[in-house]
C-alpha cells in the first residue's frame, strides 16, 4: 500500500520511478477496500510488468474488479502506439469478444412469474452448455467462414435476428478487417458446430426484472422501466477464440526473442509489433474471433426468441436487443497525447468500453446519454446498466467488466457445497438451471468482489453513470 500514490479515494498510482522497466505509471480505480482485496493476488505485479511493453502511453490501468490472470490481470486497459508499438494476444485474452448483451421484453415480473420456471428450463434445454458443447445448427467450415468474416450480420442476413440486433451492438457486430487465412484449420474445425452455444465457466444466461431506477430519462431513452423482465446473455468466442490465441502466443515467443529482440518480465507477455506481418495477421484473426463471439451471442438470441414465443406464444414473443459490447478485444481508437491526436491499440482483457454521449460509434438512438455499458455482478447478485461519461477518457472511455474474482476456482470447490448455494438461491427467489454442481461451486457469489462497491467505485471515478439495477430471477449457468 505504501507504493501507492492517492491521486483520490477511487484512483491509486504507482510511479514509473518504482522500477526501471517501467515505460509508464500503474493506476488502479479502487476504493481502498476493493484494493487491498486486490493485492492478495498477483494482480498489481502484472499490471506493474504491463508498464513495460513497448509503445504503451500514459498508464497502464486496472480496474476495480482487478483480478490476477494471465500476462497482464483480467481486469486491464493499456493503450499502445499504433504507430511503433507492439500487439500482445496475452493482453486481450483468451476468450476473444467475450462480452454481454441485454434484451428487453415488455413483461413485468407479475405477468412473466407464472411461466418462469418452465421459462428457464426450456432455454435451458434449447442452448448447450459445457466445455466442447456443441450446438444444434452445425455449420460448414464455409459457413463459419462467413461468420469469421461478417460476424452478427452474416447471421441477420440468413434470417436470424432483425435489423435492431445489430444497430445496438458495438461495431454493429462485424470487425471489417477481419481476415480467414489468418485462422488455423484447428481453430475453425473448433468453432464449427459452437454457435449458439454459452460455454462454461462464468457464462452465463440471466432472466432479471428491473428493481431500481438512477435516472428515469436516460432508462426511457433506452426503454427500461420498473419491475420489466430483461433476459443478459454472458458468453464469447469459444473454442475458437481460445485457439486462436494459443496458436499466436505459440509463435509469437519465439519471434518476440529471436526476430524483434523485444525485452518482456515475462513469456506470458508474448508481444510483436502491431505494424509487423505477423502483427497484422493476429489482429486480423482476432477481429475473426470477435466476429464469431456476436454471431454466437446472435444466435442464442434467436434460440431464446424462439423458446419465448413457444412458451408465452406468439403475440409475446418480442424480445428487443438492448445493447452488446465486448469486454475482451483490441481495438484502434485516437486519443488525445499532449497536443497531438494519436491512433492507439486500446486493450481491453476484462474491462468494457463506455463511450461519451454524441460518439458517433454509439446507436443514434442513444447518443444523447452515451453508450450503454453493461456490468454483470456474480451469480445471485444484482448487475447494472450504465451509460458513458466524457470524464471516462482518462480510462480510454473503459469501465470494468464484472464483479471479479477474489477465490481461485480450486479453492471454491474446497470451500462450498453446490446443493447448498442452490438452496440458498432458490429460498432467495432465484431458480438455478445448471447440469453440474462443479460450475455452481465455481461461480458462487462469495468468491466474487461486491458488485454494488464496484459500480460504486467507477461511479464516484466519474467513468459512468448509473442507469438501473438489475436482480437475477433464473440463472442458466455455463458448466
Known amino acids: 500500500m505504501e507504493r501507492f500514490k492517492k491521486i483520490s479515494n477511487w484512483l491509486w498510482e504507482i510511479l514509473p520511478t518504482f522500477k526501471k522497466e517501467m515505460r509508464v505509471a500503474a493506476r488502479v480505480y479502487a476504493s481502498e477496500e476493493l484494493l487491498k482485496d486486490i493485492l492478495k493476488d498477483e494482480s498489481i505485479n502484472q499490471l506493474i510488468n504491463s508498464t513495460t511493453l513497448p509503445g504503451i502511453e500514459k498508464y497502464a490501468i486496472a480496474m476495480p474488479d482487478c483480478h490476477e490472470g494471465y500476462s497482464v490481470p483480467i481486469g486491464f486497459v493499456g493503450a499502445i502506439r499504433a504507430d511503433n508499438g507492439v500487439i500482445s494476444p496475452g493482453a486481450c485474452g483468451f476468450d476473444i469478444n467475450c462480452g454481454m448483451r441485454l434484451l428487453k421484453s415488455e413483461y413485468t415480473f407479475k405477468e412473466l412469474f407464472p411461466s418462469l420456471d418452465k421459462l428457464s428450463s426450456e432455454i435451458q434445454a434449447q442452448i448447450p452448455s459445457g466445455l466442447g458443447q456443441g450446438g444444434r445448427t452445425s455449420l460448414f467450415k464455409e459457413k463459419v467462414n462467413n461468420i469469421l468474416e461478417q460476424g452478427a450480420q452474416y447471421l441477420f442476413k440468413q434470417g436470424y435476428g432483425v435489423e435492431q440486433d445489430v444497430v445496438n451492438c458495438e461495431s454493429q457486430g462485424r470487425l471489417s ?15 464449427k458446430d459452437q454457435v449458439g452455444t454459452l460455454g462454461s465457466g462464468n457464462h452465463f444466461l440471466e432472466i432479471q426484472k428491473v428493481e431500481e431506477i438512477f435516472d428515469s430519462e436516460s432508462a426511457s431513452v433506452l426503454g427500461l422501466f420498473k419491475n420489466q423482465i430483461v433476459v443478459m446473455i454472458h458468453c464469447g ?9 494459443t496458436d499466436y502466443l505459440k509463435e509469437f515467443i519465439p519471434l518476440m526473442n529471436n526476430r524483434y529482440k523485444i525485452k518482456v518480465p515475462d513469456q506470458e507477455f508474448a508481444c510483436v509489433p502491431f505494424n509487423s506481418f505477423h502483427g ?13 463471439a456476436w454471431a454466437n451471442r446472435q444466435m442464442i438470441t434467436y434460440l ?13 414473443s418480442s424480445l428487443i436487443a438492448l445493447y452488446d459490447v465486448a469486454h475482451n478485444i483490441i481495438k484502434k481508437e485516437e486519443y488525445t497525447i499532449g497536443e497531438k491526436e494519436i491512433e ?18 454509439i446507436p443514434e438512438k442513444y447518443r444523447k446519454i452515451g453508450q450503454p455499458v453493461l456490468i454483470p455482478g456474480s451469480m445471485g447478485t444484482a448487475s447494472y446498466v450504465l451509460t458513458g461519461k466524457k470524464e471516462a477518457e482518462q480510462s480510454f472511455y473503459s469501465v470494468s467488466h464484472g464483479a471479479g474474482r477474489v477465490m481461485s476456482r480450486h479453492e471454491a470447490r474446497r470451500k462450498f457445497d453446490g446443493r447448498k448455494i442452490i438452496l440458498d438461491l432458490k429460498q432467495k427467489g432465484i431458480l438455478v438451471k445448471c447440469r453440474s454442481q462443479i460450475g455452481i461451486v465455481e ?25 438501473i439495477k438489475l436482480v437475477p430471477l433464473a440463472i442458466i449457468k455455463g458448466e
Open 177 to 191: 478487417w477481419a481476415d480467414i487465412s489468418s485462422v488455423s484449420e484447428k481453430a475453425k474445425n473448433r468453432g
Open 443 to 467: 461461480e458462487a457469489p462469495f468468491v466474487y468482489k461486491n458488485i454494488d462497491q464496484v459500480v460504486n467505485v467507477i461511479e464516484k471515478a466519474n467513468l459512468a453513470k448509473k442507469i
Open 304 to 316: 431464446i426468441r424462439k423458446t419465448w414465443q413457444r412458451v408465452l406464444g406468439e403475440k409475446n
Open 237 to 245: 468466442s469459444r473454442g475458437l477464440g481460445h485457439q486462436i490465441c
Open 344 to 361: 492507439l491499440l486500446v486493450h481491453r482483457k476484462g474491462a468494457t468500453r463506455a463511450f461519451p454521449p454524441e460518439n458517433p460509434e
Open 280 to 292: 497484422q495477421k493476429y489482429f486480423q484473426a482476432m477481429a475473426c474471433a470477435a466476429n464469431y
